[in-house]
């Protein structure tokens, strides 16, 4: 009897045909009923490195610098004997005091008695005998903390007195805590709690060894460190569903993290690497800024199925250099500071943004430069 193609479909004959392929080539055929089980993952081969800045004894002083006045700080001023000379003004952006009859007084920089004494001697040419000024500091804007993140009341404060980090962190209402969330659901609250080993300090651009950890959960004053105008405090989200991918790649940002994600998939999330990145020796950094993991895989023989690719855990950071390094521990501090720079960079600017809604991805350039750019579509396919 004749069989017709459709007939042969229909009596599992190709299943056939290809049981008899597996026969004379070697191949194993997996039992009807049974899955193939995914390969095991190596785990990530990590070492703990202590970063080589060390908290300087002189930041646990007060400042005893006397405050400076710059644009934005607003004041009263009065003649004295004069009535009706009061009147309130703002340091204006060139740092010139406008008052009465007289042109701009610079007095940025200037303490309020070194800017008082000025203005009096500038009016010595429109008032008679001496003129004595009466200057009260109303509002400060020239000198501003910056603390972000899961804290009660983020924004940007003022300062016009000595304020250490936990005085900061308090004007801001503290940090989120499972109190806070006492009445919602579990999930809710994990994802409000602050991480505090991945909380930092920027100053000048650069990382300051404070440990959020010691500080606030075990009442180590040994980190309460007085603050600068412009520092930057950032404390993120306890549970972090994402992996950064930082350094050498097409478009550096933030990758959701799946289950079972490896370096392969993170970097293949950021569109693969850029010509003549430094593959073997590419990074992974885990735990807290202050004694981070690390861990450096030759990816170049991952991606040639050479070497087996490695898991990755979520608030991993994946980092693909340029040029390669001899120290294990700078290697990681410049992760680190990579990392830091480009939080604050975006964190700062969502606070700042009046866009209503959508995030700002991570972009650290090659070279070290610091852009801001949104989320964009994959890069074209030549």
Known sequence: MKTSFSQMARTGLPALGMLLLCVVTGCKVVPPGSYIKAPTLAPTPMETVSLTNRLDPAWLKPPTDLFTLGPGDRLEIELMGEPGSKVTTVVGPDGKLYYHLLPGID?????????????????????RGQPQLSIVLRGVESKRVWVLGRVQAPGVYSMTNATTLLEALAVAGGTMSMANYRDQEVAGISEELSDLRRSFILREGKLLPVDFQRLIKQGDLSQNIYLHPDDFIYL??????????????????????????????????????????????????????????????????????EAQDIALAPGDIVYVPLSPYRYLQRYAELVVNTFVSSAAINAGSAAVSTRASGGVGIFIPVGSGIQIIPPTAPPPIR
Do not use: F, H, N
Request: contains cysteine.
């Open 107 to 127: 007095v940025w920089g200037l303490t309020m008695a070194q800017a008082k004494a000025r203005m009096e001697d500038s009016l010595k040419e429109y008032v």
């Open 236 to 305: 993120p989200a306890a549970i972090s569903r994402e992996v950064y991918v930082l350094g050498a790649v097409t478009q550096p940002r933030t990758v959701p993290y799946m289950e079972g994600m490896t370096v392969a998939a993170a970097v293949a999330s950021a569109y693969g690497t850029l010509k003549g990145a430094c593959l073997y020796q590419v990074a992974v950094v885990r735990g807290s800024l202050s004694q981070p993991q690390i861990a450096v895989i030759d990816y170049q023989r991952v991606i040639r199925g």
